[in-house]
């Protein structure tokens, strides 16, 4: 495992008396938690596998909070988040909302199932010069699962990320899975690097830094559980034509984004599914984590080799798919997928 920390002096805290970083950092922490507690509240052993009501609940909360956490803060200011209200103001949408607002409530204990609404629908704004971008719960059947989830928000100026929070409840050290632990937090500022620190406690900011691994064939490939988020057989293909030996890291949302930035993997694919040719990838599905490796010395682009545009709206709408690695495999990744066609 090649992960190393470095412990925060005054660079970390130069940075973090900047704004935007204090509120990211604190709302991220206050999200996570809430979503955590969500999931053990209502993810329960006997629930039904097409029984979604759990995220639902968690990702509308999540969503609310932030939202109004980030009009008090800085009013004015865009959100695109991935929900909106609509369903929740019908007859059936009702006991969904009654749910979401007991678990805003404990944040905000005044909020109103109509201001909740409110709140979620700000996610719905349209792309400005200076937006947040939130998902607010990414990874859902990790987090239906109990494993694997994360709450990502970032901060884009104009087309480039400037800070991006991954909150992992079920990652410990930025890389390593321990459900029901202390969780990890993870910012990462333009310019300033990417650093850790533990999700329930805080305390010591840690820097992370990206593997040395410069062989392919060692390429530690994080992939997603859910085969139906990637073109599975296209990335069999990448392997045989890299004779990519090592062991894949299976493992859901952008928490593989933590983990490429901590060095517990080495590369991190968004191939096109067959089905879906044309699709373009969310913003907020990207911005968070992209920044998070870029600053722990990864790089990230798309398919085609070319830097990400978040100025598009959305969507990743100048972007055909995601490769992300430590930045010394990038160049060989790239020719992988222009040998193999993707």
Request: aromatic share 6%.
């Amino acid at each position: 495992m090649a992960t190393h920390f470095l412990q925060a002096g005054a660079h970390v805290t130069q940075f973090l008396k900047s704004a935007e970083a204090q509120f990211a950092v604190e709302v991220v922490r206050e999200a996570a938690l809430l979503v955590r507690r969500v999931q053990q509240e209502m993810v329960g052993q006997g629930m039904a596998k097409d029984d979604k009501s759990p995220v639902t609940v968690a990702d509308f909360a999540a969503q609310a909070l932030v939202s109004k956490r980030l009009a008090d803060r800085f009013p004015g200011v865009a959100l695109m988040g991935e929900e909106n209200a609509v369903a929740l103001r019908t007859d059936a949408g009702r006991e969904t909302l009654e749910q979401i607002t007991h678990f805003v409530r404990t944040a905000i204990p005044a909020a109103t199932p109509e201001e909740i609404c409110e709140w979620i629908d700000r996610g719905v704004d349209q792309r400005r010069a200076i937006t947040w971008a939130l998902d607010p719960v990414d990874g859902t059947k990790g987090f239906l699962r109990r494993e694997q989830y994360a709450v990502a928000l970032a901060y884009i100026d104009i087309d480039r990320v400037q800070i991006g929070l991954l909150g992992c409840p079920e990652l410990e050290d930025a890389y390593r899975p321990a459900l029901g632990g202390e969780g990890s937090l993870l910012l990462a500022v333009r310019g300033h690097g990417t650093w850790t620190q533990s999700l329930v406690h805080g305390g010591d900011w840690r820097q992370l830094r990206v593997s040395t691994i410069t062989a392919p064939a060692h390429a530690r490939l994080l992939r997603s559980v859910e085969k139906g988020h990637t073109d599975t057989g296209g990335i069999g293909k990448l392997v045989d034509s890299l004779a990519i030996a090592a062991e894949p890291v299976p493992m859901d949302s952008q928490a593989k984004y933590a983990v490429l930035a901590a060095g517990g993997g080495d590369v991190l694919l968004r191939l096109l599914s067959p089905g879906r040719p044309d699709y373009r990838e969310k913003i907020w599905d990207q911005a968070a984590g992209s920044i998070v490796v870029e600053e722990a010395g990864g790089r990230v682009s798309d398919l085609d080799g070319e830097p990400l545009d978040f100025s598009q709206g959305r969507t990743l709408a100048g972007n055909r798919g995601v490769l992300a690695t430590n930045g010394r495999l990038h160049e060989a990744l790239l020719s992988g997928l222009k040998q193999i066609g993707a």
